[in-house]
C-alpha cells in the first residue's frame, strides 16, 4: 500500500467503480480517501470482524456499441456453456450441432471439479478459479461434495499429497484410500432444443466475417464471430493440434443404492428415478465413436467392485 497505488487505482476506475480489502488501517483508508475513493468501515468477511469497501464517484455507462452476430459450432458442456453466457450479455447467437453427435455431447451429466497437481501450477490456479465460477454460474449446476476413491496406491499416495496443501473444508481425507472434495459437483447437460442441426465441413472468413458451410458447400450462416467447440472434430476446421481421446460412459438403472457422486477409478453421477451416469474408459489416440462391449464390461465390473449388491 502506497500513494502511488491508490493515485494510480483511481485514475485507472471508472466512475462507480467499487473496491473491497480485508484490511481497515487507517493509513490505508485515509490513502483511498485522499486520492478519491468514498471509503467506509462494514462488518468483515467470515471471522473478520470488520473490513473496507469504496466507490469512486459518479456513474459509468457504456459507450453505444453495435452487437455482433455469433455462432457457436458444438453442443456439448463448452459449447453449450458459451451459449449461456453470450445470451446473458443479450449477444445473438446460433448454436449449431452435428445430426448425429456420439460424442461426449450425448452425456446427460458431468463431474465438475478442480484438477490440482502436487505443485502450483497455472492450469492448477486456472481451474480452481474455473470451478468456483461454474458454482455460481454454470446452467444446470449442483453442487455436492465428491469423494474421489482409487485402489491404486500410487494415485492414492499422490491425491492425499494434494489434498495436505488445502484446507480441509477444501479438500480433505476421510480415509487412506480417499480424498473428498468439498468444492465440486455435476452439471446437468440438457438438450437444446434451439439447435440448427448440420454437418459443418468447411468455414471461410469473407470480408471480417465467417461464411459457414455445410457438405454440399453451401453456406449455412454468416456471422461476425465464430466460437469453435466441436472436440476432435474441431481440427477438420481449424489447424489445430489436438490429440483425439475415446472415451465410453453407460447409464445404468437399479432398485438398490448407489453411492451419490464419486470418482477416481470410476465416476458415478446420479440422474435421478432409479438411473446414474456410469464413467470412464480412456484411450489414447483412439478415434472409433462406437461403443465397445469391453469397455462396458470393464464399467460394470468397476461398479460392481464399488458396490456388489448392484443389478
Not at 492414492?156 to 481425507?173: C, G, H, K, T, W
Request: proline letters at 5%; glycine letters at 8%.
Amino acid at each position: 500500500w502506497n500513494k502511488k497505488l491508490y493515485g494510480k487505482m483511481f485514475d485507472l476506475s471508472k466512475p462507480g467503480t467499487t473496491l473491497s480489502t480485508y484490511t481497515v488501517a487507517g493509513a490505508v483508508r485515509q490513502g483511498l480517501g485522499h486520492a478519491g475513493f468514498n471509503v467506509e468501515k462494514i462488518k468483515g468477511f467470515g471471522n473478520k470482524a470488520e473490513m473496507l469497501t469504496g466507490k469512486k464517484p459518479g456513474h459509468w455507462v457504456a459507450e453505444k456499441s453495435v452487437r455482433s452476430k455469433v455462432a457457436v459450432l458444438g453442443s456439448g458442456v463448452a459449447g453449450s456453456s458459451c451459449v449461456d453466457a453470450l445470451r446473458r450479455r443479450d449477444v445473438d447467437v446460433l448454436q449449431m450441432s452435428h445430426l448425429n453427435v456420439n460424442a461426449a455431447s450425448d452425456i446427460p451429466a458431468l463431474m465438475t471439479y478442480p484438477q490440482l497437481g502436487l505443485r502450483k501450477e497455472p492450469r492448477c490456479q486456472f481451474s480452481i478459479a474455473a470451478n468456483n465460477y461454474s458454482h455460481h454460474q454454470s446452467p444446470g449446476f449442483n453442487p455436492a461434495p465428491l469423494l474421489w476413491r482409487s485402489n491404486k496406491s500410487a494415485a492414492v499416495e499422490r491425491m492425499r499429497a494434494i489434498a495436505d496443501q488445502f484446507p480441509d473444508d477444501y479438500l480433505s481425507s476421510p480415509d487412506e484410500s480417499s480424498v473428498l472434495f468439498h468444492q465440486a459437483g455435476w452439471v446437468e447437460h440438457p438438450q437444446d432444443t434451439d439447435l440448427l442441426t448440420a454437418t459443418v465441413t468447411r468455414i471461410e472468413s469473407v470480408d471480417d466475417q465467417w461464411h459457414v458451410l455445410d457438405i454440399h458447400g453451401k453456406t449455412i450462416t454468416i456471422v461476425d464471430q465464430l466460437i469453435i467447440a466441436m472436440g476432435i472434430h474441431s481440427r477438420n476446421l481449424l489447424p489445430v493440434p489436438l490429440t483425439p481421446i475415446r472415451g465410453q460412459s453407460l447409464t445404468v438403472k437399479s432398485d438398490l443404492s448407489v453411492p451419490d457422486v464419486m470418482t477416481g477409478d470410476i465416476s458415478i453421477v446420479p440422474l435421478g428415478n432409479g438411473k446414474w451416469t456410469i464413467g470412464g474408459t480412456y484411450q489414447r489416440n483412439d478415434e472409433e465413436l462406437d461403443s465397445r462391449t469391453s469397455d462396458t464390461d470393464r464399467l460394470l465390473q468397476s461398479l460392481y467392485s464399488i458396490h456388489p449388491g448392484c443389478s
